[in-house]
């Protein structure tokens, strides 16, 4: 999995891993998962930080109703510093023509889409929307040779990304199981930078 990152030359699809020695209290302990990735930078979401807000309560604060239990109680995340007053839902696409469904949809994989307009959010409400989901608020993003600088100097590790870590694990367990992908024991992290 990890050739296949190296050989298309983008994180897209890609759980980002905070080092231990991460200084920046934004990203320290955090998973992120990489939603764009080109020349000109990179887009995605921390998906390990849940707030206070309940899917419920965002959905009476925009005026929907959302009755999918446990979807309601299911957390609002932090996504990152960026434009945290706007929402950004990530979700399995529903059907083979998902990306006409929503105004503003982005495909990251054949299964995932990235959806920043309230049309999902009322799908959602109807009981028609999709039922794996994750929805933050602000995004993490990085400007062109950004995250490749930061990934060399030893700021984060990459791995592709599990679609169950994503949407089925506990928050607090992402982070410990995407170091697993990676075939090793969270434990053995270090901040430190070996040399040979």
Known sequence: MLNSIESSGSFANSFLIAMPGMTDPTFAGSLVYVCEHNEKGAMGLVVNRPTDLSLQTLFERIDLKLEIMPLSQAPVFYGGPVQTERGFVLHEAVGIHDDETYSSSVQVTDRIR?????DVLQAMSAGLGPQRVLITLGYAGWGGGQLEQEIAANGWLTVAADPYVLFDLD????????????GFDPAMLSSEVGHA
């Open 114 to 118: 990235l959806t920043t307009s309230k």
């Open 171 to 182: 928050p607090a367990e992402r982070y410990s199981a995407a170091v697993k992908l990676l």
